[in-house]
T-cell receptor, first 112, second 109 residues
Framework: DGGITQSPKYLFRKEGQNVTLSCEQNLNHDAMYWYRQDPGQGLRLIYY???????QKGDIAEGYSVSREKKESFPLTVTSAQKNPTAFYLC???????????FGSGTQLSVL | EDKVVQSPLSLVVHEGDTVTLNCSYE??????LLWYKQEKKAPTFLFMLTSSGIEKKSGRLSSILDKKELFSILNITATQTGDSAIYLC?????????WGAGTKLIIKP
């Protein structure tokens, strides 16, 4: 089955720690995205990538980093510089930008 | 600044009722308007609208776009408890989607 897989479903971060969220897709989509969702707010774009080895900052990139070494994979690292990381993180992909996005099931990140 | 505003923010109705969800937008270089349903985790795609006045329909759900007045509506007829979800709309510009905060819809049996 084609789709987007995010892991883990739940993640806990200690103060000062970097954590990495995984996102893998087998839809052969060129574009991939990371969004943050907080209760009562819309999705906010963290980073996006339109092609391998290239990515751009979204609206709230500070404290986050990404890489796009393979078409299928777009991992997100939440660094210790992100002071308020507790949120639900969604990864998505699309054939074109902008276009219909297909989402993974998300990762809930909490701070210990 | 680009923005998308959804209303109402939450809505509680009884099974069988018809609901109308609203989405207004102000987006530079507007290209499309998308609706998604988010039940628990992953938003699932419902409709993409690019032309004014042409209704898109899927079962009990339908949607229409007004590019002159800059809004879209999502209608759900004969609601069922399985329609309970957060409904998200997003306006597409050249390179990204701008998202509304969502409407939380609760259907009571």
């Amino acid at each position: 089955d084609g789709g987007i897989t995010q892991s883990p479903k739940y993640l806990f971060r200690k103060e000062g720690q970097n954590v990495t969220l995984s996102c893998e897709q087998n839809l052969n989509h060129d574009a991939m995205y990371w969004y943050r969702q907080d209760p009562g707010q819309g999705l906010r774009l963290i980073y996006y990538s339109q092609i391998v080895n290239d990515f751009q900052k979204g609206d709230i990139a500070e404290g986050y980093s990404v890489s796009r070494e393979k078409k299928e994979s777009f991992p997100l690292t939440v660094t210790s510089a992100q002071k308020n990381p507790t949120a639900f993180y969604l990864c998505a992909s699309s054939i074109e930008t902008p276009g219909v996005l297909f989402f993974g099931s998300g990762t809930q990140l909490s701070v210990l | 600044e680009d923005k998308v505003v959804q209303s109402p923010l939450s809505l509680v109705v009884h099974e069988g009722d018809t609901v109308t969800l609203n989405c207004s937008y102000e987006v530079t270089n507007f290209r499309s308007l998308l609706w998604y349903k988010q039940e628990k985790k992953a938003p699932t795609f419902l409709f993409m609208l690019t032309s004014s006045g042409i209704e898109k329909k899927s079962g009990r759900l339908s949607s229409i776009l007004d590019k002159k007045e800059l809004f879209s509506i999502l209608n759900i007829t004969a609601t069922q408890t399985g329609d309970s979800a957060i409904y998200l709309c997003a306006a597409g510009s050249n390179y990204q989607l701008i998202w509304g905060a969502g409407t939380k819809l609760i259907i009571k049996p």
